[in-house]
């Protein structure tokens, strides 16, 4: 591939205006006759300006690494939509980095892209709660701002950073209040790991709607945000016959759904099952999903907007301070697997 020698001698120009036609924030003024000659030339020959060459001379690399918990889960998806459409066309490349929800390897992504000198860190759902990885945490992300990159937190408090989220106890409380004005008084609840903190936000919600409507939780199953763990949950909660489980995200609900068909218990007819999140798999489940509706891929828009607005001011001692914390709306989408409790519920 031809080097920018080639282009400016193709050109007949300097290499400085080479580099100052190819260099996308340069505002050096150019010649449109000049610029269309050195543009005809790097077309010509293949020419494609370095990256890391330019990095070094604008000091940013246009980077934005994306941590999330769990690659496959569909909740993450829209998220990360979200920040790929504002970054594309901001001129930014999206790394998305799976972290297993293990504090240790989300750390090891924060350093390495801290040197590979990323201009931004987004950090997709809730903190874990380990005080001595957290130390480590706090460490590199305190390291990112000593060259002027920006960490934000999304769909999630993660680190004492700004975050850009909605209120899950208060979406959780909201989906306990349909349920009991539906009728129900026996509802079951699986959270997810109460190490991560929208687990123990949602759980909290869910206690504090049930203690408001005057009643005790059914039952209480933690487990790990997957299908299968939400399939276990109800193995166990189904025998003590709740009118309503209610699952801390919709990966969780579909494993309630399947572990009632295989037992015979009919949904809503016996038991109503409800999840969080509404992902794509909640609308086409059977019967449709009934769950809290997160603004997911506005809060990944959201997040990157901030985090380009912060770096505006990458002179300031601290860009992350430009970033606000902000909650966005929520609201319930009622489909077909909830319903009253009929007589025969009670006779179960």
């Known amino acids: 591939m031809a080097g920018i020698t080639e282009v400016a001698r193709q050109a007949g120009v300097s290499i400085t205006t080479v580099s100052r036609v190819l260099n996308p924030v340069s505002e050096y003024p150019v010649a449109a006759s000049t610029r269309r000659r050195v543009l005809a030339a790097a ?33 993450f998806a829209e998220i990360v939509r979200g920040i790929e459409d504002v ?69 999630g408090d993660h680190a004492g950073l700004p975050a850009i989220d909605i209120d899950h106890a208060a979406a959780a409380e909201e989906m306990v209040r349909y349920l ?14 109460l ?35 939400g399939y276990s949950a109800a193995e166990r909660l189904l025998p003590a016959e709740p009118t309503a489980i209610f699952a801390a995200n919709d990966q969780m609900a579909l494993g309630v759904l399947a572990a009632s068909r295989v037992v015979g218990v009919a949904v809503p007819q016996q038991v109503t099952v409800v999840g969080f999140g509404n992902t794509s798999a909640a609308e086409h489940a059977v019967p449709g999903l009934t769950t809290v509706s997160m ?33 966005l709306p929520f609201h319930l989408v009622i489909r077909e697997s909830s319903a009253t409790p009929n007589a025969a519920k009670g006779e179960r």
Request: hydrophobic share 40%; proline share 4%.
């Open 43 to 75: 077309s010509a020959l293949n020419y494609s300006p370095s990256a890391l060459a330019r990095a070094l001379v604008t000091r940013r690399t246009h980077m934005v690494g994306v941590l999330l918990g769990d690659i496959v889960d569909p909740y």
């Open 180 to 193: 009991v004005g539906l009728g129900h008084r026996r509802i079951g609840f699986i959270s997810g790991p």
């Open 295 to 327: 603004p997911r891929h506005q809060l990944g828009v959201e997040a990157m907007q901030a985090v380009l607005d912060a770096l505006e001011v990458s002179g300031s001692v601290d860009s992350a301070s430009a970033v606000h914390p902000r909650r």
């Open 195 to 229: 190490n991560v903190s929208t687990s123990r936000q949602r759980l909290d919600g869910f206690l504090k709607g049930i203690q408001r409507a005057g009643l005790e939780p059914h039952q209480v199953e933690e487990s790990d945000f997957t299908y299968t763990g």
């Open 87 to 155: 970054a594309r066309r901001a001129g930014y490349l999206v790394v998305v980095c799976n972290t297993s929800r293990d504090p240790g390897t989300e750390r090891r992504y924060v350093t390495a892209l801290r040197d590979y000198r990323a201009d931004a860190i987004l950090l997709l759902g809730g903190d874990i709660f380990d005080t001595p990885t957290r130390r480590a945490l706090a460490r590199e992300l305190t390291a990112l701002k000593t060259y002027g990159a920006v960490a934000v937190a999304v769909a």
